[in-house]
């Protein structure tokens, strides 16, 4: 090592460095910390537990509410006075051809009744959270209708980790500032739903 590395000028470009790194890894934790509470929004229960589109991926949901030991309320049709019982509004997106016809509604009837949830649960400053649990074979043209009008509006996104292939929900997320979270499956909402809920 030569003399020339202890000259004061070294140094102090060696101390300034370390310091500019210090701080920028301070910044990068904090910037993760913040990411990281924002992944699980804190809510308040009972909770409504609705579908939109008649697929049984809202009937999972509302299992793994139960087990998970949070109060709620499940009706797959659920019209926006039930808001007025709940504090928390699950939105199950996932079509099903099945399903509308056993319902004897249509997707207009289902667009029509999510954009009147939306609106009820605006008006009385609720959280709704978008959940879509089907993967890939609830991505098809009608459950992308539903995503499309409910995902924007959302406070908090959870999909399961073949929901996206396209990034719809990615691009979505990041438009809107939306929280996103990504499971493998409905088994592992449980979990996510007891830090997710105050108090439970």
Known sequence: ?????????????????????????VV??????????????????????????????????????RRAGIAFKYDPRAEPDLLAEVKTLFLVVGASLKGFGDAGITIKDELARAGQLLD?????????????????????????????????????????????????FANIAKAGKIPLTSIENVINLRGLLQEMFVGS
């Open 28 to 65: 990068s934790l904090a910037g993760f910390q913040n990411l990281a509470a924002q992944e699980k929004p804190k809510v308040n229960a009972p909770v409504l537990v609705t579908s939109l589109g008649q697929s049984l991926d809202a009937f999972q949901v509302q299992l793994a509410v």
């Open 120 to 168: 009820a649960a605006r008006n009385r400053k609720m959280p709704v959270v978008v959940l879509h649990v089907g993967g890939d074979e609830r991505r098809d043209a009608l459950s992308n209708q539903l995503i499309e009008l409910t995902a924007p509006s959302a406070q908090y996104l959870i999909i399961r980790n073949d929901s996206d292939a396209d990034g719809m």
């Open 1 to 25: 090592m030569t003399l020339s590395a202890f000259h004061p000028a070294v140094i102090t470009r060696a101390v300034a460095k370390s310091a500019f790194l210090a701080i920028a890894i």
